[in-house]
């Protein structure tokens, strides 16, 4: 099986911050990654698919980039409804697909 | 635009079959392209795949849990569901449904919570 692991687990920032997540894999998985944004209470929300496309009416601040093992979730400057939890998600195995364990977002 | 919502008990026991319903609107799941699946996400916890099926039944499904599940889909009634049995208290968490195209989930529903308890 191929696992996922994010860093940092939570962070706080401030807003108008950038913020970076990262995400590996424990294998090259070529640009087979999503990321998802969950809000608390709610369900997760697609924001970037094939590791760097951003997902239609997703505000531009949020990017994605890496291939093979290491990705890079970045907001550019951190707003206040960015409050959320963020995963990946990969897709090189399919159907067995697998999410990293989360990276909570906080406002300091 | 295409919308799911989970339906079914929000208490089952240990040792019985948690069952639960997704209806999806805005769009047929007949049509293809798309397969449909369950997401599970234990309380304060990560996300985890269930399975998913296509309109013509063909499933695939977490080899954790392949043993313990079925899922089914009824075009007539534009529903796919999820059955669990055996349920523990392990299996407790809020349960999601979500359209994907076999590399992404989205969109999602708003997720229904599972107890399981006596």
């Known amino acids: 099986d191929i696992q996922m692991t994010q860093s940092p687990s939570s962070l706080s920032a401030s807003v108008g911050d950038r913020v970076t997540i990262t995400c590996q894999a424990s294998q090259d998985i070529s640009n087979y990654l999503n990321w998802y944004q969950q809000k608390p209470g709610k369900a997760p929300k697609l924001l970037i698919y094939d590791a760097s496309n951003l997902e239609t009416g997703v505000p531009s601040r949020f990017s994605g980039s890496g291939s093979g093992t290491d990705f890079t979730f970045t907001i550019s400057s951190l707003q206040p409804e960015d409050i959320a939890t963020y995963y990946c998600?990969?897709?090189?195995?399919?159907?067995?697909?697998?999410f990293g364990p989360g990276t909570k977002v906080d406002i300091k | 635009q295409v919308q799911l919502q989970e339906s079914g008990p929000g208490l089952v026991k240990p040792s019985q079959t948690l069952s639960l319903t997704c209806t999806v609107s805005g769009g047929s799941i007949s049509s293809g392209g798309y397969y449909w699946s369950w997401i599970r996400q234990h309380p304060g916890k990560g996300l985890e795949w269930i399975g998913y099926?296509?309109?013509?039944?063909?499933?695939y499904y977490n080899p954790s849990l392949k043993s313990r599940v079925t899922i089914s889909v009824d075009t007539s009634k534009n529903q796919f569901s999820l059955k669990l049995s055996s349920v523990t208290a392990a299996d407790t968490a809020v349960y999601y449904c979500?359209?994907?195209?076999?590399?992404?989930?989205?969109?999602w529903g708003q997720g229904t919570l599972v107890t399981v308890s006596s």
């Open positions: 979500a359209s994907t195209s076999g590399n992404w989930f989205d969109p």
């Open positions: 099926i296509y309109y013509s039944g063909s499933t």
């Open positions: 998600q990969q897709y090189d195995n399919l159907p067995m697909v697998t």
